[in-house]
């Protein structure tokens, strides 16, 4: 079954990948970003008809709240990735990855279903195998506001009775369309 399907975020590393798996299944795909990492890595997509494309930010609840509109699925992984950035930019790792999401909730409805994608830095160091149950004790700002992150959107969407599925990614490696961090 075809779904519409809203990806923020979608011009990073992990949407760039995931948008065209979702495009050659025929889902209609949005890409909401603010191309803070630029956007020629999207260019390929706009060969399909079933990818639309929306400048904005997931900081600014009235933007979102007109991009989720008819969406059937939210893929979030808008945010400010890893240690080395948010520590040059706390306030808007803040911003952006916490009251992001909080923002994104809010925008959306009961029909809607929002994956989210989290981080392993929310464990911290761990000495023994990391499983879903291990307590989360972050050691950097990324790591606090992914895990803070998780800690609203789960309280949000029971607030709101929204699905929300929080997905921790850890390590990710592998070729990025963008040939300036290859």
Not at 114 to 119: D, H, L, R, V
Request: glycine residues 10%; contains cysteine.
């Amino acid at each position: 079954m075809v779904k519409k399907i809203l990806v923020t975020g979608g011009a990073g590393y992990i949407g760039t990948s995931l948008v065209p798996k979702l495009l050659d299944l025929g889902h209609e795909v949005t890409v909401f970003d603010n191309l803070m990492v630029g956007g020629n890595q999207l260019l390929p997509f706009f060969k399909y008809k079933n990818f639309n494309f929306i400048k904005g930010d997931i900081r600014n609840l009235k933007e979102l709240k007109e991009s989720v509109k008819g969406n059937d699925i939210i893929v979030h992984l808008a945010a400010l990735v890893g240690f080395p950035v948010c520590r040059m930019n706390p306030d808007l790792a803040k911003e952006t990855n916490v009251q992001g999401t909080i923002n994104l909730i809010k925008a959306c409805d009961k029909n809607q279903i929002i994956f989210y994608g989290s981080t392993g830095s929310n464990y911290g160091a761990v000495k023994d195998i990391c499983t879903e149950s291990t307590p989360l004790h972050p050691l950097s700002l990324y790591g606090a506001t992914k895990k803070s992150n998780e800690l609203m959107a789960h309280a949000y969407s029971h607030l709101y009775n929204i699905p929300a599925t929080g997905l921790r990614f850890f390590t990710v490696y592998g070729p990025w369309g963008r040939p300036d961090m290859a």
